[in-house]
């Protein structure tokens, strides 16, 4: 009788062990980067850079700062911009807001006009206008094409990037998204927790600290 119970416990043991697996994985499953996402092993600065809102107003990223950013620099011209720019207003649909923000930085020399009508064409509702007319930003930020996405920090630190478009809105890329805002939040706030405890974010542990502190590390 005593083996029976032994075993049966040991049954019971190795099942919750194997279902605490199976939730690891769909919830690691559950927020996923885009493809060929780069996160970095530790934030980095990004280099100033100067644009023009909707209004004619000089803006820059520090006006952002408090806000965990996805900067996108994009064109007209570009078909893989066109592609991307809806998934990335959904985006900003479902998570923007005080906390986070996508930034669509354009580059055309055509102005702020070419934006507009551009946005107008494909029905873009959700996210700001933005203009570098001169293009310097594309140079400034080291990006290799178009379009380029930074994944930027509270602290307007760089802690990933993407070259290519993206399906921005996918039900994985939010949630991924979103873990890191929350991350970003509880950091900022000084209540992150230990870095064994850390949870991931697209399958790493995403630890965001406070200003001056190392942000991410392989898991």
Request: hydrophobic share 45%; proline share 6%; glycine share 8%.
């Amino acid at each position: 009788m005593t083996f029976a119970l032994a075993s049966f416990t040991d049954r019971v043991a190795a099942s919750m062990a194997a279902a605490v697996v199976v939730l690891a994985s769909q919830f690691a499953a559950g927020q996923e980067p885009p493809k060929n996402f780069v996160m970095h092993d530790a934030p980095k600065p990004v280099a100033a850079i100067n644009f023009d809102d909707a209004q004619g107003r000089s803006r820059n990223l520090a006006d952002f700062k408090g806000k965990v950013v996805l900067l996108n620099i994009w064109a007209t011209w570009c078909g893989p911009c066109r592609k991307e720019m809806p998934a990335l207003d959904r985006l900003q649909a479902a998570l923007g807001g005080p906390d986070f923000e996508v930034v669509a930085l354009s580059i055309d020399r055509g102005g702020m006009d070419a934006a507009r009508k551009f946005f107008a064409e494909i029905g873009i509702r959700n996210l700001a206008m933005y203009l570098d007319g001169s293009g310097q930003a594309l140079r400034t930020l080291s990006a290799l094409g178009l379009p380029t996405t930074l994944l930027i920090d509270r602290e307007g630190r760089e802690i990933g990037r993407l070259i290519g478009p993206a399906e921005w809105d996918s039900p994985e890329t939010v949630e991924f998204v979103r873990c890191v805002v929350a991350r970003s939040d509880a950091a900022t706030a000084g209540k992150a927790a230990a870095p064994a405890a850390a949870p991931l974010c697209g399958g790493r542990s995403v630890d965001l600290p406070a200003s001056g502190a190392r942000s991410n590390s392989q898991p």
